[in-house]
């Protein structure tokens, strides 16, 4: 481009860069480039010092990649955190399954609200 500040334009019409680096002092370029392009990263002044820090991600946008990727990051983005649920095998309730029906529903749409002294008159028939 033939002045910098051009360079978003150039950036912004091309396909999503994995990393902008940008060699300038100006606060007000760098406020135009953070807000007028997209990337997987952006380095002002520098160029190795993004992806030897650990602490900062590393990755893509669009084509150039997805995810977080670096140190801790990549650990958690090729990690599985499984999900576990324990329940007792004690009062299990039925209006959970189906067939539904009207008393059903209003059973479990008060379980939700916790509207305790609805399912009481619910279950003493007091409540439809």
């Given at each position: 481009v033939e002045r910098i500040e051009e360079s978003t334009e150039f950036i912004s019409s091309?396909?999503?860069?994995?990393?902008?680096?940008?060699?300038?002092?100006?606060?007000?370029?760098?406020?135009?480039?953070?807000?007028?392009?997209?990337?997987?990263?952006?380095?002002?002044?520098?160029?190795?010092?993004?992806?030897?820090?650990?602490?900062?991600?590393?990755?893509?946008?669009?084509?150039?990649?997805?995810?977080?990727?670096?140190g801790r990051y990549s650990f958690e983005a090729f990690s599985h955190e499984k999900s576990v649920l324990h329940r007792s095998l004690k009062m299990e309730m039925e209006a959970r399954y189906p067939p539904w029906n009207d008393f059903k529903m209003e059973f479990i749409r008060l379980a939700y609200g916790f509207d305790y002294l609805g399912i009481l008159l619910l279950m003493l028939g007091l409540r439809r």
């Open positions: 091309r396909p999503k860069p994995l990393a902008i680096y940008a060699f300038t002092e100006s606060r007000k370029l760098k406020e135009k480039i953070l807000k007028e392009t997209s990337s997987g990263s952006v380095t002002f002044n520098d160029t190795l010092i993004q992806f030897i820090c650990d602490g900062l991600p590393f990755g893509g946008v669009g084509g150039s990649g997805f995810g977080r990727y670096h």
